[in-house]
């Protein structure tokens, strides 16, 4: 647990100045936001991005604007694909995604910062753990003949291997397993007919005869259930994956109807029991210490997500948008239908074949050793507590920890929702990780 009197006078700091920071190497173009605590003579700088998000989100994402006020600079930053289609997945790429945080890395370093610490919020944290591994070595990262987007690599103009600097440790907030793992985790079981979204009843998790009761919004599957359940999101992915590899195996033979790439439509991708059930991955594994002092078996308080997002039936939310090659990149990964476990807290449980996504997060900090912190919120409603302990079990990490934060949702807002000035919650968790990276990075 990190220890808040490490921050010691730098908390309540008033004196933050803000810059806008456009950055344009070879192979990125980005733009961020660097906050500095007072004197601007920190030897530290955290910095973040997350996938997707628009510039707005980016660029004011908790806690870069609050941290420079307890003595710990900050760089927010749009990657290549914010403002793109906000919303839907359409074209985002993993790979490409590197070469964005190290043109962040290299600006901070530019300017004189000794230690850069990687900060990831839910798919931001797969997404430097993913930079860290590639960083530490290099194009030996990749396994084209495995990995399903068969990235190769990253190269210069001359053709040779391009390195991208390091950072000195990572911070990740309500991480998930991998954008891939966690599309895996969501999908409609019950679609055994994509173009007409065909359902097989036995398997509708929003059905009454299955265990859910509509006017509560909540669920109580059996262990049958769920197992058949299960079984059937795995063959769904798989199959998913075997049918954009073979449209774009036809296309590259013979040209048509496209000469590269075509989109594919998804429906059905908020259905994960847990949703619902709130039975499930109620509870960790193991006791770990909290921001309420003690150390213990942690139990959830999250509440069921609310029935118009989760029936994906019925609302925009349940269905994506994606070419063959993003999907490929981004959101597909391989699963063994009899082994699939997505409430399970180890990776080696899970039955998810993370060799087949370069976005496994467990993958990638089973090869780093950087200062890993980990944080969990007890009220998340999108990234469970097994995640969490999934991640810490992984980490390489001789420097790791993880901490669960009481009452907290996937923002790390308290219950209501609070101002962000006043939330006791986040206000709890800003300072515990200054606290961490004062303690190893700035002091």
């Known amino acids: 647990m990190p220890n808040p009197e490490r921050i010691g006078s730098q908390v309540g700091n008033p004196a933050v100045s803000t810059t806008y920071v456009p950055i344009r190497t ?8 660097l906050r500095q605590s007072g004197g601007g003579s920190s030897r530290c700088v955290v910095i973040q991005t997350h996938p997707r998000r628009d510039s707005v989100q980016n660029l004011t994402a908790w806690p870069m604007e609050a941290l420079p006020a307890l003595g710990v600079d900050t760089f927010s930053f749009n990657n290549r ?61 990749f396994d084209p003949s495995r990995a399903l987007s068969g990235y190769g690599g990253y190269v210069d103009p001359s053709g040779s291997e391009l390195r991208l600097p390091p950072a000195d440790g990572i911070v990740m907030q309500n991480a998930t397993s991998g954008p891939a793992s966690s599309f895996l985790m969501r999908l409609d079981a019950s679609i055994v007919q994509e173009d007409e979204a065909i359902r097989d009843p036995a398997l509708d998790m929003f059905a009454a005869a299955n265990g859910f009761d509509a006017e509560s919004g909540t669920g109580e599957y059996t262990t049958e259930f769920l197992g058949a359940y299960y079984e059937a999101q795995s063959r769904r992915m798989n199959r998913l994956v075997a049918t954009a590899r073979a449209r774009l195996a036809r296309m590259r033979t013979s040209g048509e109807p496209y000469l590269d790439d075509a989109f594919m439509v998804i429906p059905g991708v908020r259905a994960l029991p847990a949703f619902v059930d709130l039975r499930l991955n109620h509870t960790t594994r193991e006791a770990w210490p909290s921001t309420a002092g003690s150390r213990r078996i942690v139990e959830s308080h999250r509440p069921a997500v609310p029935n118009a997002v989760t029936d994906n039936r019925r609302r925009m939310p349940g269905t994506t948008v994606h070419t063959l090659t993003s999907f490929l990149s981004y959101r597909a990964i391989l699963s063994d239908p009899l082994r699939y476990n997505p409430s399970a807290a180890r990776a080696a449980e899970s039955g998810v074949l993370d060799w087949s996504s370069n976005t496994s997060t467990t993958r990638h900090v089973s090869t780093v050793d950087v200062p890993l912190l ?53 206000k709890v968790h800003r300072e515990a990780v200054a606290a961490w990276v004062i303690d190893r990075f700035a002091a």
């Open 26 to 33: 070879p192979y990125a173009a980005i733009d961020g936001v």
């Open 374 to 426: 980990v944080t969990i919120g007890t009220r998340d409603i999108e990234v469970h507590l097994p995640v969490g302990e999934m991640i810490h079990a992984a980490s390489k990490s001789h420097d790791k920890c993880l901490v669960v934060v009481d009452d907290a949702d996937h923002g790390m807002r308290g219950p209501g929702d609070g101002d962000p000035g006043t939330d006791a919650v986040r």
């Open 81 to 141: 694909f914010a403002n793109s289609a906000a919303g839907i997945d359409v074209s985002t790429s993993w790979e490409p995604l590197a070469l964005d945080v190290a043109a962040a890395v290299g600006e901070m370093r530019s300017r004189g910062y000794e230690r850069v610490v990687l900060y990831g919020t839910s798919a931001g944290g797969p997404l430097m753990a993913f930079y860290q591994a590639v960083a530490t070595h290099g194009n030996a990262t």
